[in-house]
């Protein structure tokens, strides 16, 4: 039950099983020791395992294991991260509501327990490993180019995301972040560690790649994150890079589906839901969810959708260079930012305290309440003037948009106006937590006023035809959400992601129609996406978000930038020079020319045949030359001087080629490996 | 307004755009003729279209507009094709109906009706343009990985398929044969055609290529056949070949919306329905979709879906091949292919006479009314035991399932055991059709039967936790029509079809989890899929389902295959060399060498470049050498003999490179462009 398009690896997948098989045996008879009590039972079990490991071996490849793993192992974790921050988030609320009528008392527990929980996020996050902090998105999405970034994805790095998120995300709305990306982060964390163990058993003969693992890890982070399998293949395709290999294609959406099944399943044993469904369920009628002419005014939101993400992501970027450039807060940042984190949560905090300004924007509710009173399909204003109806009903969430005395659009629009800014605020804080579900909910405030608005001008609903249709201003709520989402991330998946989170698909054309509009409107102008900013101001070894940024890069050649190559052996080299080259320089494998004044490259070879040839002819005290005993291995690719970055960049990730000879007219000229890629992107950074 | 991730173009996209404009305006002013009357006018509306063209240009590029064109004129010939369709099926259904009482009449009737409409569907396609048989999809694969097929996208062929499949589907369920395939070829022609206009338009600078255009059209495909964009795009993902370019994902987005946006407006407009919603709309229960124990009973239906697929791929390859081997249907198919498809109708047709086999197959519905009737929600067996019901309910659909005296489980079992023979036969007809839709529709069968079954052992319900719930046939029917539908194609995309297609993502864990296990058993073995299967025996040049079927040949090398270069020229060249590699050969592009002795390649020349060196030399009698009066253009990328065919042929397809030159050691050893690459592939299929 092999599922694969191995259209790319040059080992049979058969081959591969069986090596699989035998090497996991290997280990297990090795486990037998002689001296040990209950031998017969003993070797029973072994026996019984060892055929339980065939059969399973037989079934799928190792790594169909481990995609499988690193589903239900990020699901898991996702799900019990969820668990706590409920709980954290529900003894505040508690806390809160007992201090009912002390309203000093109310203020330092609405401010000092998000203040706390992000000073504890940021000093535990920086303590254990800095690089844990922020979303971690743009680092995984250099690492999936191909650039290695030392420490991203070690286990410590894991651990120190994983309790700061938990800690970020217990302070609730009022710093106002979210999970996706740090959790891609996370399962791409566990996603190297699994391909360690994967690369362990299977030894060299491994036929999958950590790059292929890490696309794979992508995908389950959002699958596990949301339980949307396919959103999640969806961003691991937009986020690899240029070009996506249609071979990990299957295990995304394998391991996309065990994470989703299993977070799901487990929300259905802890009986939060019946059964398998979706996160945000929503109850839009589905016999007729929007007029025809109603498309038209989803395009105009996809269009305001885009303007918004515009202001938006400059005022990102602005903020991200000024904490970086203004001498004051950059001395902080340096070297107290729990100070830094702790002022601006207070900050955050105090804004929001209920009994002042967040009395306006509805600031009790939790993430995810405002996620579903904002795609509640009731209307809101009509509701809220009908003094009967707003009495009899039980207290619902949308009675926090309406405090008394206060319209609808009032509490809107002040969201609208005070969250951009408390969020761009929030993006500056050095500690793990994600940025795209805060603008999710941003997006769906905005669709959520449009579609308020339209059902107050039409309170009996638009006719096209012989039906008449209410206005349902929850589904402007869910295309403003995926169109502000994908304008802010410049990808279109967010729209897959809206009708998997809802689980209902009938506002599919206009949450695609604008997504694209939006999509459109922020990619004009070469202006940079939310992770391809902080790429560029982080000066991170991203090729493509820098071409994106300054297109005339891409037209740079690789001439300027080849580093000549240090060892390099001839032909008929003798054992002197071999000694010489083998202690010079510590590499794994030689370029071998036809002369030294020639230049003409001939192939490669690797340091343990120059380590035989050494000890042969020591032995034997024979002047044999290089060529005679060494094969050397033909060099299968060369570029020259003048290809571009960019294509040596493509080919390089495209093949998963590790190193690659440069030539000019048959003269070898350098060589680049992923380091010297590194080190031409940071130069290329510099000219912009 | 620009949408664009260009990161291979070189050019940037500002660049474009003016050029775009200029050029469009230079066509808009050579208009003009002095003598024709009213020139103010005339001059008026002139300039008028220019800024117009220059405002939509500003907007966004002119690739863009053809994007939205294929779109919208995909989408209006799919839905002309349904209506003309429908109308067709409604005579046949009036005049068998007028014909009641007469059996005989009936039965010429029957037979006949769709005999004609095979008969003519044959020769039409056949006379103008025989590539126009069959689905298309293997040679657009082919056509996709680089290869280029003469007249498979001509607009002959366009005409031929359009009428033929019109006609072919015209005779509806009773030769079984679907739409998508021929669809997907159609959309590429007219995004061939889009792309000779968008090229003229553009000249020499334009920035998408043609493949780019064809890539955008399969989805657009899929998306305009049922109105369904996101799963157009995973289909065009799968389908491409090995790389999908992340540059082609948003306007593959852009076109599917265009496309399914028009779809689903033209049925609005036509007033088949109320507003934008999915073709085959179900009315599933959302609170409790499933029981979260009915996922291990979805995986089942995976599994036998997957097991009866590899018996239907088995049968499909056998019959295609004894249809070729087999000396007189071999002969009556090379001469006598109309009298072929007639025979074959006549026997499909006799078999499924409503008064014969006909009456246990349920075949008086078409293929739209099979569908929807199988999808229905309503437990059939229980109803039809339920006499008061069945009698009070009006005339519907299932009642065609649950013939008199007989039970739903014995017309389900004979559908499935008849279907599958009638089905294969129906594959060898030599005219334009789909395989798709047919497959789709006996998996739900398929589903049905165990769903039928599961409420006839449960007719209470399965409970887990507190509630019952009931089981919902439907479901299962959408769960087997997806995941047999993906392990026969072997691919993922119609998980998502059966979602966009019915328009509720209630089912949408065990749609992805059935259709996961049904591929992974469907893959197994290396056995071909459909596409694959045809794409072997038909002996396209096609190499990923080369290597699918005999993964050994991924390690063949291009040394055996290499052409030597025809015409080199030394760097020295005096202008009798060149004049005689001029006249000798008609390449546009000649590679350089040091001398012929050492032959290491320096770079290229361009035809244009020695006409004019030839030029030049001859008015001055002067003996320069090529060397220095035309700029050598260095070689980028250049492969060594040992390279596989099956890297050079990655290579070429994602760098869409369209000559690459091999070296070993320096020295030019040939050159491979596409028709050397499709030589080496059909050598290559010679070995299996």
Known sequence: MTMQHDYVTCTSFAENEQHGVQSQEKI??????PGKPWQPARSKIRGCLRRVQTAMLSLAGLEWYCYAALGVLTALMSFCMDLTIAKLLRAHQWLYGCLEGNILLQFLCWTLYPTCLCALSTSFSHSICPQSAGSGLPEIRTILSGVHLPDYLSLSNLFAKLIGLISTLSAGSTVFLGKVGPFVHLSNMLGAYLYRLYATACGDKQIRSQGEMLVVASAVGVASCFGAPISGVLFSIEVMGSHYSIRDYCPCFFAAVCGSLTYRLLSVFS????????????????????????????????????????????????????VRTNKFISRVMATEKTLYSATVAFLLASVTFPHTGGFFIASQLSMKQLITSLLDSTRWNLISHNVTVAQEAPHSLWQEWSPPGYSVFYTLGCF?????????????????????????????????????????????GISSGERLSVINPGGYALVGAAAFAGAVTHTLSPALCALELTGQSTH?????????????????????????????????????????????????????????VGAVLQRAEGVTGVQHVLNSSKENEFPVVDTH????????????????FLLSNQSQDLCKSLEDECSIQPVKLQLSTDATVKQAHCIMSVLREQCVFVTEMGKLHGVITWKEMKNMIEDLAKEI
């Open 508 to 564: 599919v054309i206009p949450i695609l129609t604008a997504t694209l509009i939006s999509n459109a409107l922020a990619r004009s102008r070469h202006q940079p996406s939310f992770y391809d900013g902080i790429s560029l101001i982080k000066r991170l070894p991203h090729l493509p978000s820098l071409i994106r940024a300054c297109p005339k890069l891409s037209s740079i050649q690789i001439r300027q930038f080849v580093v000549p």
């Open 416 to 460: 609208i106006l005070i969250k951009l800014w408390l969020l761009v605020l929030a993006c500056t804080l050095p500690l793990p937590a994600g940025y795209f579900m805060p603008v999710f909910i941003y997006g769906a405030a905005l669709g959520r006023l449009l579609g308020e608005g339209l059902a107050y001008l039409f309170p009996d």
């Open 28 to 33: 297990l008879i090795s486990n037998g020791h």
């Open 271 to 322: 009986r939060e839901q019946e059964t398998v469904q979706a996160v945000f369920k929503t109850r839009f009628p589905s016999e007729l969810p929007y007029q025809p002419p109603e498309i038209l005014i989803f395009a105009f939101l996809g269009l305001l959708c885009g303007a918004i993400s515009c202001v938006y992501l400059y005022s990102h970027r602005w903020i991200l260079r000024f």
């Open 597 to 612: 004044d020639s230049f003409t490259l001939l192939g490669t070879v690797t340091r343990a045949q120059l380590q035989t």
